[in-house]
């Protein structure tokens, strides 16, 4: 009777103290992390709503713009790894900090683009600025977060990525009308109204960011506690199973698998990405119109994206999650290029959005249920790097499509098999590996 009476109160003690320390966390962080990421992702893509002027007036092609806009990949693909190496011995509040700053002054610069050359160079040095900035928040949310609260969270964090648009897209139609101002062009405005929000965050994140659990003063010294145990537990079982050096997290044949679905998710997410507003401003609209119906697939992509995540929670499953949803897209961006009605357009490209920003948050669970420190912190970043060249590949294929039929229809047709390739690749790995991705649950 007496262990009895001890044991039920240690239970509700320990889960009141896990429901605590998970609400100060997400409280604190996840919402300045949507916020920095906000503007990451703004600063990256508000491109595709100034080419909408800047391409007439510089005189670019749809091969030149699709360069350009792909060739911040590379850049970001040489220093991703050195990058999040760099965060994991530095701190996040530091490197953080540091990335931010660069890549929102380097934003505001574009707006002194005056032909290719210094189109191709700033966007370079952009994604250079910017490398390591996402990878190194997924391995940040690692060394807070249990494995079980993960999806989720990836989520509420990556729920930047379609907000950024849908919030984005009509401020950034809308500051193309300041036209003439001060006798800077819309698109020269866009990008310094939009770049400058990204520095003073920046500056903010150095103070605000804690790096480590242990050296949270917002925290209890109980909720430390829990939150050191339940983590030290996670890392020892995964140590157990295998622990992996950096070199063998790099050249893991999981992870290569993993960063060939990350490459077909990337090529559809900003394959639709760049060229999305061109698409929609063919149908006949203003600029500022274009901005407020290119808004409506990131809408729905933001509700789709978070209820997913919390499925895939609830079921702790995660393969059928990342690949049903990749298929879903390559279906999708296929039907969409037969179609030439406006509204069904929009209907069958906000299906593709959805099954995009679905997969998104839960792929980010599969190499971190298996992988910790240093070897996460590396494989991560190669994943994030390798699948974010298909951002310089998705969207200039659409721009090398375009320019020899002279139709985007084409190259989204093209750019669907990535996506099902990807999808396919989901299923085929977990089924011959027997491992789901090694257990990721």
């Not at 574009?110 to 370079?124: G, I, K, N, P």
């Not at 998710?265 to 401003?281: D, E, H, N, R, T």
Request: aromatic letters at 14%; one cysteine or more.
């Amino acid at each position: 009777m007496s262990q009895t009476a001890t044991v039920a109160p240690d239970r509700g003690a320990r889960s009141e103290i896990e429901t605590s320390t998970i609400r100060a966390i997400s409280w604190r962080l996840i919402p300045f992390l949507i916020l920095a990421y906000f503007f990451s992702y703004l600063d990256r893509v508000n491109l595709s709503f100034a080419a909408l002027t800047m391409n007439a007036e510089l005189k670019f092609s749809p091969l030149v713009f699709s360069f350009g806009a792909g060739i911040f990949f590379i850049g970001y693909f040489v220093f991703e790894v050195p990058s999040n190496l760099a965060l994991e011995r530095f701190g996040a509040s530091k490197w953080i900090a540091r990335i931010m700053v660069s890549w929102g002054i380097l934003s505001a610069l574009m707006a002194a683009v005056y032909d290719e050359h210094s189109f191709y160079a700033l966007r370079f040095f952009l994604g250079v600025a910017e490398a390591g900035f996402f990878p190194g928040i997924i391995l940040y949310l690692t060394y807070w977060y249990p494995a079980e609260y993960r999806a989720r969270f990836l989520a509420a964090f990556a729920i930047a990525v379609p907000v950024s648009t849908a919030i984005g897209a009509p401020i950034s139609g809308l500051l193309l009308g300041l036209d003439g101002v001060m006798g800077l062009k819309g698109w020269q405005w866009l990008f310094v109204i939009e770049g400058i929000p990204s520095v003073l965050l920046g500056i903010v994140t150095w103070f605000y960011l804690t790096d480590r659990p242990e050296k949270a003063d917002w925290l209890s010294a109980e909720q430390k506690t829990w939150l050191k145990a339940k983590l030290d537990a996670e890392v020892a079982a995964k140590q157990a199973a295998k622990h992996f050096t950096l070199f063998e997290a790099l050249s893991s044949p999981k992870v290569l698998a993993l960063s060939a679905i990350y490459f077909g998710f990337v090529a559809s997410l900003y394959g639709m990405q760049f060229w999305l507003p061109q698409i929609v401003k063919a149908f006949g609209l203003t600029n500022a119109q274009t901005g407020f119906v290119t808004a409506i697939p990131y809408a729905f992509g933001t509700v789709a994206m978070i209820l997913w995540a919390r499925r895939s929670d609830a079921t702790r499953e995660r393969v059928f999650h990342v690949g049903a949803p990749l298929l879903l897209t390559a279906l999708a961006l296929a039907v969409s290029s037969y179609i030439t009605d406006p509204t069904m357009t929009m209907v069958v490209l906000t299906v593709a959005a959805i099954g995009v920003f679905c997969t998104f948050a839960v792929f980010w669970t599969l190499p971190t249920a298996w992988l910790s420190g240093t070897a996460a912190a590396g494989a991560i970043a190669l994943i994030n790097s390798i699948g974010n060249l298909a951002g310089f590949g998705g969207p200039y294929l659409i721009g090398w499509v375009k320019e020899a039929t002279g139709s985007t229809s084409t190259g989204l047709l093209v750019l669907s098999l990535l996506p099902l390739a990807a999808g396919l690749l989901v299923f085929l790995g977990s089924h011959e590996t027997k491992t789901e991705f090694a257990d990721a649950k």
